[in-house]
């Protein structure tokens, strides 16, 4: 999912995770909006100092801020699946509903930049909030479209980017499967032993990827 989070809606910036603790609910209580809460009963950012188990009641909570300006998701409790909670926080960060104008410095930063088939998605977002000047960076936009087109051609002759990125995945997914041991006191990285579930037995490199292609997909969190 973390490669899944669009950068912040509000100024651009990088998106990090927050966890922190809050008062737990109880009837007796009244209901609190944390949100628009006083800073004194908020939860703080990055507390992760460990509680009394004579203080009162508290559950851990997580959000998705930016760095840049601090705007941020509502806290979604943790409970006992922390993937899960990430998840929601992240569906609701990626739900973005005000995206600003573009500006002519993102429009410049994009030319400077040596552009391949992997920049489509931010030409398309810059075409999309440009509201004006249409006179002026039409052109720029042909220009970039282009390059974008042309850098595509070029790559698909030479080395094709889907059999690199497929292999970057497989990379990936075998990391998070190693595990760090010792043997005769010497630091060791072992993988596990893969099945091989398919695949032609003559074309070696086939049957491997296929094997790794069937194991359980990576923890994204």
Same mark, same amino acid.
Request: hydrophobic share 40%; with cysteine; aromatic share 8%.
């Given at each position: 999912?973390?490669?899944?989070?669009?950068?912040?809606?509000?100024?651009?910036?990088?998106?990090?995770?927050?966890? &922190?603790?809050?008062?737990?609910?109880?009837? &007796?209580?009244?209901?609190?909006?944390?949100?628009? !809460?006083?800073? &004194?009963?908020?939860?703080?950012?990055?507390?992760?100092? !460990?509680?009394?188990? $004579? !203080? /009162?009641?508290?559950? =851990?909570?997580?959000?998705? $801020?930016?760095?840049?300006?601090?705007?941020?998701?509502?806290?979604?409790? /943790?409970?006992?699946?922390?993937?899960?909670?990430?998840?929601? !926080?992240?569906?609701?960060?990626?739900?973005?509903?005000?995206?600003?104008?573009?500006?002519? %410095?993102?429009?410049?930063?994009?030319?400077?930049?040596?552009?391949?088939?992997?920049?489509?998605? $931010?030409?398309?977002?810059?075409?999309?909030?440009?509201?004006?000047?249409? #006179? =002026?960076?039409?052109?720029?936009?042909?220009?970039?479209?282009? =390059?974008?087109?042309?850098?595509? /051609?070029?790559?698909?002759? $030479?080395?094709?980017?889907?059999?690199?990125?497929?292999?970057?995945?497989?990379?990936? =997914?075998?990391?998070?499967?190693?595990?760090?041991?010792?043997?005769? %006191? @010497?630091?060791?990285?072992?993988?596990?032993? @893969?099945?091989?579930?398919? %695949?032609?037995? %003559?074309?070696? #490199?086939?049957?491997?990827?296929?094997?790794?292609?069937?194991?359980?997909?990576?923890?994204?969190?």
């Amino acid at each position: 999912m973390t490669d899944e989070l669009f950068p912040c809606d509000h100024c651009g910036g990088k998106w990090a995770f927050g966890f &922190s603790h809050r008062l737990l609910k109880r009837p &007796s209580a009244p209901a609190r909006d944390y949100l628009t !809460a006083e800073e &004194s009963i908020a939860p703080e950012i990055n507390d992760l100092e !460990a509680r009394s188990l $004579f !203080a /009162i009641p508290q559950e =851990k909570v997580c959000c998705i $801020f930016c760095e840049e300006c601090g705007m941020q998701t509502p806290w979604i409790a /943790i409970g006992d699946d922390r993937h899960a909670a990430l998840e929601k !926080a992240g569906t609701i960060w990626n739900a973005r509903t005000r995206r600003p104008a573009a500006k002519e %410095g993102d429009l410049l930063k994009l030319v400077r930049k040596e552009l391949s088939a992997l920049d489509a998605p $931010f030409l398309i977002d810059l075409l999309a909030r440009t509201e004006g000047d249409w #006179e =002026k960076r039409g052109p720029i936009f042909a220009m970039l479209a282009r =390059k974008i087109v042309d850098s595509k /051609i070029t790559l698909s002759d $030479f080395w094709p980017v889907d059999t690199v990125l497929n292999d970057a995945a497989r990379y990936r =997914k075998l990391q998070q499967l190693a595990k760090r041991i010792y043997i005769d %006191g @010497i630091a060791s990285i072992q993988f596990p032993r @893969i099945p091989a579930t398919g %695949g032609d037995e %003559g074309n070696f #490199e086939n049957s491997v990827n296929l094997a790794v292609d069937d194991l359980p997909d990576r923890n994204r969190w």
